[in-house]
């Protein structure tokens, strides 16, 4: 499939996106959030879902945690115009509770439309809900700073997956804020080791299983950001990942 044909076909998940009616969460939205990026990526970061801001412009990742992922990405001279971003539920659960099993549930075939049209190289999970669909049964605690072979029925089964915690949960545990940046150092690393394994330098893994799991030095002197009331939190934990200036690369 040709970019323009992918991007065509994104436009058209997301119009039907629009006037879903699949779950409650509907009933509560001004805006439902299909997505949004380039269809020629390589890279998917896949979220929670709308908070306030995103409810009320129809984008992902537009408030304080988004302007907290822009950060991540340009730590790694990367910005959201060379990734495609979206969430694990397209419409905001109100107040920014978790959203239920059967809204997940609900939602999941967009995803998986989603990522079938774009085929990722790397999915890059934030928070513990888009990591369940990928890694099923795994700790964001535990994970977070790796990447694995994504999980088959996840719609992303020639994927690697690597997990981050969500960057509104750094909105109300400033420790994590180092972490979201440590751990960020290892995603252009995970695309090299993806694109490997896609051009059959390596063997592939079976699906959850560890590829590379390494302990991480902090990242240097990570922006200050403001807590957002509006940002739902997160489990948290601390680690990180080693920050290899060598592994960073263009993603084109
Ligand atoms: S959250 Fe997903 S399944 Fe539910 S109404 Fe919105 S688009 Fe449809």
Redesign the pocket.
Known sequence: MRDAERQATLDAIGA???A????????G?TR?V?GEGTAATEVVFVGE?PGFNEDRQGRPFVGQAGSLLDELLASVLWSRDEVFITNV???R?PGNRD?EPD?IA?????LTRQLEVLDPALVVTLGRFSMARFSPGARIGQVHGTFRAADAASGAPNALTFAMYHPAAALHQGSLKQTLFADMQGVPRALTEARALRAGDRAPEEPSATIVTVPSPVAADPPAVTPDPEAAPDTTADAGVEFNPTAQLGLF
């Open positions: 039907e996106v629009a879903c009616t699949r779950c409650r969460l509907h009933e939205r439902a299909p879902g539920v397209k419409c659960p959203p809204e609900a939602c999941a075939p967009h």
